[in-house]
């Protein structure tokens, strides 16, 4: 196989860059833009495996340093699939990777809108701390390795590009008004894995069997994400504010209180990170909750019903002890996200 002659890499490893290498292809007839976390430390593998991606992906870019104003200069039009090398994940960085990974979602900038939708490859040394991203990746770590691998020449390189570009362009354009999203069963995996998994296998046309085999390949890498997500500093808010919402009739938390609730969280399970009011409002920004003024005590969240809504559903998302648990089921925010869940497992 192409990929096990120059890279030392794991048989899923593999799976998932030929099933991304593929979905380049028709991306563009799908909702979502497929996407490939590699994390590498300073290493030749990381180096191929850019190369051989750079020569089977459509249109393929590889970019070693970009921010988002040149993103946003690329031509985007041209869907290319960029090979993102090293490139420093900043807030704002974030957000337009998030935008440009949904089809119809357009980024605002001078005045225009731009459609910055497309495949992407992110290479760095660490994971993904994004979760919106890192649920919605095929995910790829490399390790040294001493074995000797032939050297992927000049030539080489061009006689991969002209064997695997003319076959997949051929592949585009024989399946290209087949692609639709296939009826395989994806209850098991999470609903942002669903989406990656149900976005692969619409570019897999005309064979089951590997459209199915998605589900199976993603399964661990979606139960790492859950564990990781239970464990993060987000489902400890996500529990504090689940207390909140069953606290008598509390109409109101503030950033300082919840900071508090959260710390008695913490201390409990013997962690002694102590978290400050100012942690936590940012915490909550980035689970997408807006903190308003509440009297003369700070900022907060007033608990109306639409709040406490959301609140249940990412405590859901987000493996929350408590909701895990089956121990919080006092209201009718409750009752819902457990027939919403109970929907999703059947």
């Known amino acids: 196989m192409l990929l096990t002659r120059f890279i030392d890499l794991p048989e899923e490893c593999v799976r ?45 870019l590889w970019l ?15 869907r290319p699939t ?12 974030q957000r337009l990777l998030r935008a440009s990974s949904v089809q119809g979602r357009y980024v605002a900038r001078n005045g225009r809108t731009l459609d910055l939708y497309s495949p992407k490859v992110i290479c760095s040394r660490e994971p993904l701390r994004d979760p919106w991203l890192a649920s919605r990746a095929l995910q790829v770590a490399l390790a040294p390795t001493r074995q000797r691998l032939p050297l992927l020449d000049r030539e080489t390189s061009e006689q991969i590009a002209e064997e695997f570009q003319a076959k997949l362009l051929m592949y585009r354009l024989t399946n290209y008004h087949k692609v639709c999203t296939p009826s395989i069963d994806v209850e098991e995996l999470t609903a942002p894995t669903q989406s990656l998994a149900r976005s692969l296998a619409a570019c897999v046309v005309g064979d089951e069997g590997l459209q199915s085999a998605l589900v199976s390949l993603l399964r661990q890498q979606d139960r790492e994400i859950q564990v990781e997500r239970s464990a993060g500093l987000e489902s400890v808010v996500l529990e504090a504010l689940l207390f ?4 008598g009739n509390r109409s109101t938390v503030r950033a300082a209180e919840l900071a508090e609730i959260t710390n008695t969280i913490l201390t409990g399970r013997g962690q002694g990170l102590q978290l400050s009011a100012e942690t936590v409002g940012w915490k909550l920004k980035l689970l997408g ?6 009297g003369s005590g700070g900022k907060g969240l007033y608990l109306l019903d639409e709040v406490r809504a ?32 109970g929907e999703r497992d059947r």
């Open 64 to 78: 070693g340093d970009v921010n988002p104003a040149a993103l946003c200069s690329l031509p985007m039009h041209l």
């Open 244 to 247: 909140c919402c069953h606290d």
């Open 310 to 341: 959301r609140i249940h559903g990412l405590a859901r998302d987000y493996a929350v002890p408590s909701v895990q648990q089956g121990s919080m089921k006092m209201c009718p925010q409750c009752l819902q996200a457990d027939d919403v869940g």
């Open 16 to 60: 998932k860059v030929a099933y991304f290498g593929l979905a380049t292809w028709p991306a563009d007839r799908v909702h979502a833009a497929p996407v490939l976390s590699i994390t590498a430390s300073l290493t030749s593998q990381s180096i191929v495996l850019l190369q051989l991606l750079a020569l089977v992906c459509r249109r393929a």
């Open 82 to 93: 960029l090979l993102l090398d090293e490139v420093h994940l900043g807030a704002s960085f």
């Open 289 to 294: 909750f807006h903190t308003e003024p509440i």
